[in-house]
């Protein structure tokens, strides 16, 4: 059987996770987009400053990022990219997930999933979900 939380917890559990990606050394966090196993990373999009906060307060178990980052991500490598990594401003990883094209039902959907070194990679937007 599943454990299943209240709205109350899984926001709390959800802002504990989202606010690591605020800490460390570094000016701020970043997302870093690679191929399977991360052997290589494609891109890697930074989030706002550090003490702005990436993502918002958690309603209802998720919380959105705050604002797109500041500027698009040129990809430094090509291939097709499979996971993402979330870190902090000390380069920690925080959590990770799967990538996949739109209506594909990964974790994260981008319009394509081949990168080619020199794309534009950005985020219209991005959620952080606690489980229910």
Known sequence: MTLAHITSVRNTL???V????????GAQGD???GTAAFAAILATVLFEVKGTGAFG??????????SPPRED??????????????????AAEVFQGTVGAIA???????????????DAV???????????
């Open 14 to 16: 959800c802002n504990t």
């Open 57 to 66: 307060a958690a309603a209802a178990g998720i919380a959105t990022m705050t």
């Open 104 to 118: 594909s039902g990964a974790d994260m959907e981008l319009s394509s999933t081949l990168i080619n070194p020199g």
């Open 18 to 25: 989202v606010d690591l990606l605020d800490i460390g050394a």
């Open 73 to 90: 991500s040129s990809a430094t490598g090509g291939g097709t990219a499979v996971t993402f990594r979330c870190r902090d401003a000390a």
């Open 122 to 132: 950005r985020f219209n937007s991005f959620t952080y979900a606690s489980s229910p």
């Open 31 to 33: 997302t870093q987009i």
